[in-house]
């Protein structure tokens, strides 16, 4: 069973950046495709970015060019690195694992962190 665990959250300004850290079980970022994914008070959760077991990054339009995955194989952390920090990026931070290792694609998320809170203010 893969275990994952968020931290990083906090309230920063505008304009700043943050890091928030995803770490995993076993070998977990070695062998699942990895999701960070967002939650917004009154708005569904939605993807922020992928990265897959293989170490292909996505990223949905409305991030690119401010958002980075990054993972640590030997640490088994993934890291969502946040630039230019806006106050509609508010949100419950999650990170995700598919529910599945090696999956060539259809990742189908069934592992879940308890979420990390970040809050932008203007």
């Known amino acids: 069973q893969v275990q994952l665990v968020e931290s990083g959250g906090g309230l920063v300004q505008a304009g700043d950046s943050l890091r928030l850290s995803c770490a995993a079980s076993?070998?977990?970022?070695?062998?699942?495709?990895m999701g960070w994914f967002r939650q917004a008070p009154g708005k569904e959760r939605e993807l922020v970015g992928r990265i897959t077991w293989t170490g292909f990054t996505y990223y949905p339009d409305f991030v690119k060019g401010r958002f980075t995955i990054s993972r640590d194989i030997v640490k088994n952390t993934m890291y969502l690195h946040m630039n230019s920090l806006k106050p509609e990026d508010t949100a419950v931070y999650y990170c995700?694992?598919?529910?599945?290792?090696?999956?060539?694609?259809?990742?189908?998320?069934?592992?879940w962190g308890q979420g990390t809170q970040v809050t932008v203010s203007s």
């Open positions: 076993g070998r977990t970022l070695a062998t699942y495709t």
């Open positions: 995700a694992a598919d529910g599945e290792p090696r999956r060539v694609s259809g990742s189908q998320y069934g592992y």
